[in-house]
């Protein structure tokens, strides 16, 4: 779960805070739903953070290498965890 439950704890957090209404000795219920939507933050943070780490390290990268003898080109696309070409 990425996206969806950073999404997901911030709507529990939500429900928890504002439409839930009872009480137990010792437990808010509204902290526990703040507490919540905080960590669901974060966690929807971290993720669009992993997403555009991801896609950045795989994005293929094209070469255009200009032979002056034969006047042709030869196109070369890479990745980025390709071995190094010698």
Do not use: Q, S
């Amino acid at each position: 779960m990425t996206i969806a439950g950073g999404i997901i704890l911030i709507m529990l957090g939500a429900i928890l805070t504002w439409a839930v209404e009872f009480d137990i000795a010792g437990f808010d219920v509204n902290v526990v739903g703040v507490i919540l939507m905080l960590g669901g933050l974060a966690w929807l943070l971290f993720a669009i953070y992993r997403f555009r780490v991801a896609r950045r390290a795989v994005a293929p990268t094209t070469t255009v290498i200009e032979d002056p003898v034969v006047h042709h080109r030869v196109y070369e696309e890479r990745r980025y965890d390709d071995p190094p070409v010698v």
